[in-house]
């Protein structure tokens, strides 16, 4: 199963449109968001995914919690999302709280821990859990915007310039 890890859209949509296009054209099973999409109207057109949305500091709209509910399903929006995909443990977190990030890499509970927040690319091993940030698809530019596309079978990442 191939995954999508996007972060930091920050209202970006021009970016998101043509990273959901990308992994629409690589039939991704899935699409983490490791948060700080800001409004609303951005969970939209993410719902024809499968999609899990970890909560970020810049998450602070009304009505992003009821749309996300309402276009995803319950749960979908969360500080902290574990889904398991492909048999895989997974933690998914925004990262501002750098002590909870550590927590869950240093666990040991979890074969991904993926995070937003800095807006720079990550892909490290620590421990027995990998690590990946997929940079930021807009927001204050550190890198070239990105977002990563991961499969689950072989373990193969990808990060994908915008």
């Known amino acids: 199963m191939k995954i999508g890890i996007i972060s930091d859209t920050h209202d970006n949509f021009g970016n998101l449109e043509v990273a959901l296009g990308l992994l629409r054209l690589e039939e ?14 951005i969970v939209m ?26 276009m995803l399903g319950a749960g979908r929006l969360a500080w902290v999302q574990h889904p398991v995909l ?16 550590n927590s869950l890499i240093s666990s040991g509970q979890y074969d991904y821990v993926f995070h937003g927040h800095t807006h720079c690319r990550r892909d490290q091993l620590i421990g027995r859990t990998r690590v990946i940030n997929p940079g930021a698809l807009g927001g204050t ?22």
Request: charged share 25%; aromatic share 10%.
């Open 28 to 41: 991704v099973g899935a699409l983490l968001h490791c948060g700080d999409l800001c409004r609303p109207y």
């Open 45 to 70: 057109q993410m719902s024809d995914f499968d999609t899990w949305i970890a909560q970020g500091n810049m998450d602070r709209y009304t009505g992003l919690a009821q749309a996300a509910e309402d």
């Open 86 to 101: 492909d048999g895989h443990a997974i933690a998914m977190i925004h990262g501002d709280n750098e002590e909870a990030l």
């Open 141 to 162: 530019y550190r890198q070239s915007y990105s977002f990563c596309i991961l499969d689950l079978k072989t373990g193969e990442s990808r990060f994908i310039e915008i």
